[in-house]
């Protein structure tokens, strides 16, 4: 009975969508959905951080994963949330806010039904992305947001701000 | 006539010896074994007095009085506490749902039987 | 035995039995609600039966196992092995018991004791951290809690209607303590037009007791709808202990009709003279005794400091949000009240940050060591002196401040100090000297930390710099500006590494570590005369005074000590101004308008306000669009994503749960001038 909970908890991801993209990250990393709520812009920060919001007294800082995608803007309608995500910054597990259009569904995806990357043409760095599933005839890329901040990643960022 | 007092506790001994003081004393006694059996007896019977312990299965001393005390006939009848506790709150709570007296046990049955008596003048 | 106590043997044997039946299935089902309320009422049976029937010993000994168990069915208490197999000793015990004779039994007694002691320290466990509040020193002190109460208590006429008998309740007050009771007969009418279901009699009653008022109305719960009732708390002491008084009370009061408070205040207020006149000597005693035992300082656990000042910042925001809500709502019966709580608040928190505040003194031994072994390494001969180690840093900053001090002071004994023989070649004393010295300015600490070496040679920096292609070769710098470049990551200037500055460990290091704890880190130095390193600290890190300002519906909060002056200026005169300089005051004021620095969109006002604030020795001013007021700010961090980014030291939560960015004016202007 609990076996089968991890079995499934393992190969379940929680899907959702940026523009036209669907994209899924592990349910593991997934620790709270939250309405779309005002979010604290902070100056002189860099275009993917959005701002910070008040998280049950903490300070929680709001990612667009889209700037990484170079996806264009979209606007904030009712269905956009923000998932909190637990992602590896350095050697350190911080939680951190990250916008959607909407939040759709957990799949349950079998190992051998995820395709590596490459194989389907993917045209978004692919560093980023593990794998592609195909669900209701709609491809959803698998993300590893461990990668997105890693030190590697980051510092090359804050450079990048330096250099302005 | 002999007055009517309905008798409440779980434990037999405590209900035979004040059974035993109260017919002594000249008073009709009904016995019950916890609340859901006594409020059984609120069926429109004349009950003078209802003495009941606190803690009992199924339902306890003061879940019995607010029962009774929804019964029309039986809003005003003097109710007494007869128990080991003597915690405040609990008092409290008696007293909200409708107790008149706090009788600690053990009693000395002549006590008993005078704070019987008073009430039921 | 008569026929009730055989009955209750025969019931409480049932009972013993269905106790270990539900005792067998808990030890299984250690949770289950409904067998644990069965096993306390078992005990109550047990108690209540053992009571009545005369068998005493079951009543004792079930009567603190009714306690525990209590206690485990409101959840205060868990069920342990520990406590479920003392339960089952209990009631193998318990069957002896009902035999009444029993405890003449030498062995029976014996674990009748031993099983008593056990069921005490399970009490005691549990109630261990309420004994641990202490009543008042000065009656412990004496040994007696006992105070002395003066009750009225006039019952209605009616009050046996319902079958009180006001006897009752006299007799169980007395029963508290000592007691000195006047019936007050006055009411009584001739006997002729007596009612005797009437009650006519009131009674006034002195009574000394260990009891609370509390408790003494407890006595009066069923009666107090039909009755007066007053409580007066005469003396803090036994006022019914020696006989003069108790003579004195009777002699005064008792051909009353009434006893008139006023008067007997005053009565027991001339009593309490006379009594502590006696006890002058007795009392100098006391103190004497308890002055050896006063103790200045106390150990705590850091862990409860870290917890009072998270309690403390959770009030302060609190706090805020109250004193919004008051403004808002403008309810001004709340005003006086809300402004005295936030003075509270102030000092409270004032308070527990010193507590938080520990000397640096606690990290020099440290230093005296290392300096005394690098010089016996490096054969150089060092004096190490240190002046206002009794300054005081919350302990979070001196942890954090004891690996950049290190290095520093490696940094000096390895290339600062130079060897004995050269600094007399120089003409120098043959012993260095190494100097830290710290003290406050404003809201900041100081720790400076010089040395008389050679100091840094500016010419090998700035060759070092061409060479990693931070400057270019024909770079125009100022001196500070090359000394600066140390604190460019991975810049080392040691040309010789050796493992105390090992390499990549330079001053970039430490400047980040100071970063790290909001100070800043400044470097001077001198050909032949030494270098001095300044660090500034705030003086602690969770909490500041803070101006809270507006700019487009995104508040932020400016450090009040670096608040100068506000000013409200027309937009107008900032669009007009030459070289980003504004006349106030008949003094030029470089400002920057943060609106447009910060690149926020939307419309300027008409009326804009300018913070003056303090930077390095001038004013520069911030416009913002609206200047809310002063603010308490419990500083929160910005996450691992903001790292980098210095110009807002961090964020805090306003009343309405909306957050405002502290900004770091400092940083914000240093940055905004280099800039431009």
Sequence with gaps: ?164 | MAKTVLIVDDSESIREVVSFTLENAGYNVIVAIDGQDAIKHFDGKIIDLLLTDLHMPNMNGIELIREVRKIEAYTRIPILFLTTESQRDKKMEAKDAGATGWIIKPFIPAKLLDAIVKVMR | MDNFQKKFVEEATDLINNLEEALLTLEKKPGDKDLIAAVFRIMHSLKGGGGMFGFDAISNFTHNLETIYDEVRNDRLKITEDLLSITFSAVDHLRNLLNPEALNDKIIKKNHDTLLAKVAQVLKRMSNPESKIQQDSSDNLVGSNEKTYFLQFTPNESIMDNGTNPLFLIEELCGFGTSLIFPRLHKVPLISKLDTNKCYTSWEIFLATEKSAGQLKEVFIFVEDDSQLEIIKLADFNLLTDKDTIEEIEKQFESKDNIDINELNEFVNELDIKRKNLKVTVKEKLNSFTKENIISSIRVDSDKIDQLMNLVSELVTTQASLSLYVEEKQVYELNQLSENIENITRQLRDTAFSISLIPIETMLTRFHRLIRDLSVEFNKNIEFITEGAETELDKTLVQGLTDPLMHIIRNSVDHGIEPEKERIEKGKTPQGMIYLKAYYSGAHVVIKIQDDGKGIDLDVVKKKAIEKNYITADAQLTDKEILDLIFIPGFSTAENITDVSGRGVGMDVVKKKIDEIRGTVDLESKRNIGTTITIKLPLTLSIIDGLLVEINDTKYVMPLNLVDKIYAVQHEKFVKAYNNLVIIDGEQIPFYNLRNEFSVVGQPLEMEQLVTVKYEDKRVGLVVDNVIGEYQAVLKPLGKLYINHDIISGATILGDGTIALVLDTNKIIHEFSFKN
């Design chain 1, 1 to 164: 009975m609990i076996d089968e909970e991890i079995v499934q908890s393992l190969n379940s991801y929680l899907s959702f969508q940026l523009g036209d993209e669907f994209f899924a990250v592990h349910v593991s990393k997934v620790l709270n959905i939250l309405e779309l709520i005002p979010i604290t812009k902070v100056p002189k920060s860099h275009d993917s951080i959005v701002g910070v919001i008040n998280l049950r007294g903490s300070v929680l800082a709001v990612v667009d994963i889209r700037v990484k995608f170079k996806l264009a803007h979209s606007e904030y309608t009712k269905d956009t949330c923000i998932l909190v995500l637990q992602v590896l910054i350095g050697d350190e597990y911080v939680d951190v806010g990250a916008i959607v259009d909407s939040v759709h569904s957990v799949l349950e995806v079998d190992e051998n039904q995820i395709l590596p990357p490459l194989s389907v043409g993917v045209k978004y760095k692919s560093e980023f992305i593990t794998g592609i599933v195909k669900n209701n005839e709609r491809f959803v890329m698998i993300l590893d947001i461990d990668k997105f901040y890693n030190l590697e990643n980051f510092t090359s960022q804050v450079e990048e701000i330096a250099a302005d």
